[in-house]
């Protein structure tokens, strides 16, 4: 099929080979798991169980609320040992609200109907179950995968592309998930596009794993929907902007949406995800994670727990051979850095990386900019990377917006290019922040605006009534003393 | 802002301001080396004078600023500067030349604006067109290649002489260059025809094996250096192209129109310090646009007026001048010409999907 190219991009060293050859391993149960119970983009899920309730596996332990919300299950049976704060596995390793749950070693599913064919359901259905499933965008996007496809077939897309392009490095997660469960996804694949009401799909994968490719094409190869599309391997092709202009040509309108070209973008773990919901009754319980980087003993691709600490999961790969100087959630492009192994896994964690000093280039201090123009060239988005950090270090909201701040995708193309090391994306995301800070106190401002002018126009109206009382009164007392004298 | 959490990405290129600067002075050594030898001792003692009056300026400054000097005097841009400084003086210029003009370059050419990255002149350039208005006689003393062992070459005292005590007989050893030549010549009204074919040949042009600055002689090792630098990815072909097509495409036009008053594009394309400029002037990170639109804009304009400046203005080499000038409207091209940012028109307004074009990829509903 005829492909069209992105703009800018990098070409980081792609490292796979460190953890691709590894097959996917199932992560032997740890004694304890930490679910959190907000995983994904928008509120938080609310526990249903108690602590010393007794669960099975798969069974509901926070149930999605609001519009924008995904539940979470049980990975495995045991007993609630606490609900509570935990450390979530994010840098500033604040806690969040967190299921413990204690393994009792049975891994005992919960008993269930078999599920119906799902091709009789209507498509609403299949959202509905994709949705108490629990399933979110489990490419890095955490947003709940029910109400992105109920969206997107509301906007009539054409196309669902299926994105396999893992374009992070060290990343081989998907590129394991499609060698080794290749039908298992296609199916998938066939059920969002039933959701979806949608006609076509395309694989997307990046020419670096040929056989994934293999696998996928063979797999779907009796399906007249569907099609694999190789695509080049260059960050960030994986990045739903560039895939769909990738494969279609056209651009995600600023302020708009993937599905305003016809196209929805979904990871090929989701459609595996999706398929396990309909045809085993299976919630999103458990991903594949890779293990990696230098510093890792024995990097693996394994089949974790949600709620697995990040501690268990590299004791497995037999732990750490030296002390990493980056220990980060994701790949080194975007991933971010964890405060400590001492974390859970969540349905967004495509991978652990442990890097060493030399590896993370750690002695490289940043210098001045020399205005070299390559972070433009490598922007994805067509922004000055150079202009905007200039404009954010000096607090120049106003001017790092015009240079396109909120079109920046934060995928640390340029901070990878710049050879003065200067972290661009650190300066793009403390403007970022102080930008949703105004955004917040000019919301604010208005308010009180409003209700200050709500106020006064209350105590003028008041003033107005008594002034109009008054000079009624007057008035009546005027007409008293005409009548009074004419009287007299 | 302060920086200390350490964010993504945790991934750098190999590239960095030393490593790109020291292999821009790996690509210009060849051509150096030649003027070197073809100009012989003297070359050398002004070479060393105006590259050590550099890496000097900037220790102090630095100094004098409060930064650390180490790490900048090591990223090579300085010894840089003076390379390139040394590279466009006349050979046999005085030592004060190259002293005066190396800290020049470095002082007021760039740590008054605040150090690297800051400078809105190429130091090099600025220094060199500062040269030439104020000492105009040295700096367009050219001479004839005396290189080593043929006789006419002064041995090592008698260079030092030359660059410490001036030169003994000036009339004895200057030549000029063919653009000053040519100049000279077209003033005394004759023609084309009569004053090149005595004094230009495109051979001798390209070897070097003509009068001319230190570096400006070697076209062929200059573009040699120029196209290694295009393949190491250290710049691109966006401003070198643009400049040189821009000057060829004049001179060629205008040469159509009179061949006896307008030099033809070879020429043009090879003498001065055309290609030095192409290649390592005018791509000179710092000064030039960051664009790619940009750079092409600046590259044409460059060619414009080296051209311009060659051919009816009062030097007759015009790069320097050039790039100066194209250096000062650098701000501008920025401020005007941005890339188009993904989704958005050109204007900046959301860029709609057309309803035509949003149709499944070509060729989708079907295997291979
Ligand atoms: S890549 Fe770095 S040094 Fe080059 S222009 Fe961008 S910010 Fe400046
Ligand atoms: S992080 Fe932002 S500015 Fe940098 S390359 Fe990516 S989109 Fe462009």
């Known amino acids: ?488 | 802002m302060s920086v200390h959490l350490p964010s993504a990405p945790h991934a750098h290129a190999s590239d960095s301001v030393p490593r790109i600067m020291g292999l821009v002075l790996l690509a210009v050594a060849p051509a150096t080396l030649y003027g070197i030898v073809l100009f012989g001792w003297p070359a050398l003692n002004l070479f060393l004078v105006t590259i050590l009056t550099c890496l000097l300026g900037e220790a102090v400054c630095l100094r004098l600023a409060g930064r650390a000097v180490r790490p900048f005097l090591l990223d090579g841009s300085a010894l840089l500067t003076g390379v390139l400084l040394a590279l466009s003086l006349p050979p046999w210029a005085p030592w004060w030349i190259g002293a005066i003009g190396g800290f020049f370059a470095i002082v007021v050419g760039k740590q008054v604006f605040g150090g690297i990255g800051q400078n809105l002149f190429n130091p090099a350039m600025l220094a060199r067109v500062a040269l030439l208005v104020s000492f105009p006689v040295e700096m367009t003393l050219w001479l004839e290649p005396r290189p080593p062992f043929s006789g006419a070459a002064p041995g090592f005292l008698e260079g030092l002489a030359i660059t410490f005590g001036g030169i003994p007989d000036i009339d004895a050893v200057s030549g000029a260059t063919i653009l000053g030549h040519v100049r000279t010549e077209l003033g005394m009204a004759r023609e084309l025809g009569q004053i090149l074919p005595g004094h230009y040949g495109a051979g001798t042009a390209a070897l070097g094996w003509t009068g001319g600055s230190l570096g400006e002689t070697s076209d062929l090792l200059i573009l040699i250096g120029g196209l290694w630098l295009l393949w190491r990815r250290v710049f691109t072909w966006h401003v070198p192209v643009a400049l040189l097509a821009t000057v060829l495409v004049l001179a060629a036009g205008f040469n159509w129109l009179n061949p006896e008053r307008f030099a033809g594009p070879a020429v043009h394309l090879l003498s001065g310090g055309l290609m030095l400029g192409a290649f390592f002037i005018a791509t000179d990170p710092v000064t030039s646009p960051t664009t790619k639109l940009g750079q092409l804009i600046f590259g044409a304009g460059c060619g414009v007026l080296v051209y311009v400046i060659r051919t009816w203005g009062g030097y007759p080499e015009g790069v320097a001048f050039a790039v100066v000038l194209m250096n000062a409207a650098t701000p501008l091209i920025d401020h005007y010409v941005r890339p188009r940012i993904y989704g958005r028109t050109w204007r900046g307004q959301s860029r709609p999907v057309p309803e035509r074009a949003r149709r499944p990829p070509a060729g989708s509903g079907g295997t291979e």
């Open chain 1, 1 to 488: 099929m005829k492909l069209f190219n992105f703009w800018g991009g990098v070409h980081p060293a792609g490292q796979k080979h460190l953890s691709a050859d590894q097959p996917i391993q199932v992560l032997p149960m740890p004694a304890r798991l930490h679910v959190p119970l907000q995983q994904h983009t928008g509120r938080s899920a609310v526990p249903v169980v108690k602590v010393g309730q007794i669960v099975r596996k798969g069974e509901l332990l926070g149930r999605a609320q609001g519009g924008v919300s995904a539940s979470v299950h049980a990975p495995t049976s045991g007993v609630v040992a606490a609900i509570g704060d935990f450390a979530a596995p994010h840098v500033s390793g604040l806690p969040l609200p967190t299921i413990t749950l204690e393994s009792d070693g049975e891994d005992l599913w919960l008993e269930r109907e078999p599920p119906p064919d799902p091709f009789t359901l209507e498509p609403e259905d299949i959202a509905a179950r994709i949705g108490e499933a629990g399933i979110v965008g489990m490419g890095g996007a955490n947003f709940p995968a029910a109400l992105k496809l109920g969206k997107a077939r509301q906007a009539k897309v054409h196309t669902l592309a299926v994105n396999g392009a893992e374009c992070e490095p060290y990343m081989t997660c998907d590129d394991r998930l499609m060698r080794e469960r290749a039908e298992q996804i296609v199916d998938g694949v066939r059920l969002m596009l039933h959701a979806l009401q949608a006609p076509n799909a395309v694989i997307a994968i990046e020419d670096n794993k040929p056989e994934a490719v293999a696998r996928m094409k063979a797999a779907c190869q009796s399906e007249r929907q569907m099609r694999v599309a190789m695509v080049p391997s260059r960050y960030p092709a994986g990045s739903a902007k560039q895939l769909i202009q990738i494969l279609t040509g056209l651009e995600t309108p600023a302020g708009g949406r993937g599905t305003d070209t016809g196209v929805l973008v979904h990871n090929v773990g989701t459609a595996y995800a999706v398929h396990r919901a309909l045809r085993h009754a299976h919630p999103l319980i458990s991903r594949i994670v890779t293990v990696t980087g230098g510093a890792v003993a024995r990097p693996q691709n394994l089949e974790a727990p949600i709620g697995a600490l990040v501690e268990d999961l590299l004791a497995f790969c037999g732990g750490v051979a030296e002390t990493p100087a980056r220990l980060l959630m994701g790949g080194p492009m975007m991933g971010q850095p964890l405060p400590g192994t001492q974390v859970p896994i969540v349905k967004g964690t495509n991978g652990i990386l442990a890097l060493t000093a030399a590896e993370a280039r750690l002695e490289a201090t940043p210098s001045p900019c020399i205005r070299c123009g390559r972070c433009v060239e490598a922007c994805p988005m067509g922004l000055m990377p150079l202009e905007m950090s200039k404009r954010a270090r000096h607090d120049d909201l106003d001017g790092a917006l015009d240079f396109g701040l909120i079109d920046c995708i934060s995928c640390g193309s340029c901070a990878y290019a710049c050879p003065s090391r200067i972290p661009l994306v650190q300066y793009f995301e403390y403007a970022k922040g102080a930008l949703e800070t105004r955004q917040r106190a000019e919301q604010k401002a208005k308010e009180t605006r409003r209700l200050l002018e709500q106020r006064q126009a209350r105590l003028a109206r008041e003033e107005r009534a008594k002034a109009e009382a008054a000079a009624r009164r007057r008035a009546e007392k005027r007409q008293a003393k005409a009548k009074a004298g004419a009287a007299a």
